[in-house]
DNA sequence: CTTTTCGCATACCATCGGTATGCGAAGGTA
DNA sequence: TACCTTCGCATACCGATGGTATGCGAAAAG
């Protein structure tokens, strides 16, 4: 079986990048070393090099990886619904239980911005999921189901509300009546920006 | 001038303090070491364990002393007002502004979740703010203010959406209007949540 | 068949967080 | 005062870590 070079290199990335997920989900990306990586990936530090410029870099890799996959799922949740409002309500739904997969948590909710820095985590965040969010909101905002003002900042309240939300999910005494208990406060919180018909 | 034991102890406890809170929220945790600390602390490594159980539990100690600090100000902004909602409100407003200390952030919301997990984080957090906004809601749901039900999702919910508003606003490009429309959106938020008479 | 490219391995290094031990002054006791 | 104990901290050291420089061998190019 001999494998062209182009093939080689994928499945040596890919590799790296499915282990680089599994351990960084684990155990944290501060308690993954790059020689248990690599080892477990079955290649040495010179093919981690070759493929990313660093620990931070697979990093990287793997969180746009994870949030792909979230915001696939969500817009597939959302696509589902007729009306724009069931829409919103039911993508909002699907990325919290979408993230409540504890192998997303630890890496795109508490090292992605610690790892990568706030803004370039907001950048990668705005680009999969967070714009899609801000896009029904400026919808809404032009045919008067919100309150008109600039939705930005209510993106990011939202965003933040859903984020935290599923982190305090994911606790080790909750339940699975607390998944229904926030669902339905989350539901409240999008509910109270209607106009008051 | 010769200090006590005990004098000399907490004088240099509260140095290490400082200058870790100072280059943590700089720098970020990750790219302190502790070899700085000591040196800008005018100490030793020595010093540093004789006080700490390591780099994370000095970053514990810094991250106390920023949510106290951050705590008082939102209590005395909201003891302040005499409505119980508009002590609310007045406490969401001046965590923002509190927690938009640059000083603050890096440590409270980015650094803090990564470094001691996120299940410790919280429980800092809800020990000195989050508890307060806890009560107040379920004072509002006791009295008919907003619609009955769990509070503790709501609280994370709110919690969670000014913890990544604050981030929001320290964004490079972030201008002073942006706080107001953050203030106006958050208070629309919570306005949103009153039952409607 | 020769040459170049390149994916990756090997060997090495500086720095890091952490630990074991020693010392000297403060505090207690007579 | 003289002695002993306590303890706050310094010194010296260690394994492990992320990162780099270089070498090699097979695939691609000619």
Redesign the interface.
Known sequence: MTRTRAEQREATRRTLVAVGRRLFSDK???AVGLAEIVREAGVTKGALYHHFDGKAALFRAVLEEVQQEVATRVAAAADAEGDPWDQLKAGCAAFVRAAADPEVQRIM???G???L???EW?AIDEAASARHLAEALTAFAETGTI?P??V???T??????????V??L???ESGPD?LD??L???S??L????V?T
């Open positions: 944290g990306y501060a909710l508490v090292d911005p610690a790892v820095g706030w803004n907001r309150m003002g600039p930005a900042p209510l990011r309240l939202l965003s933040g509300a859903m984020n935290e939300a982190l305090w994911a606790r080790p607390d208990a926030t339905a406060a989350l409240r919180l509910e109270g920006l209607r008051r």
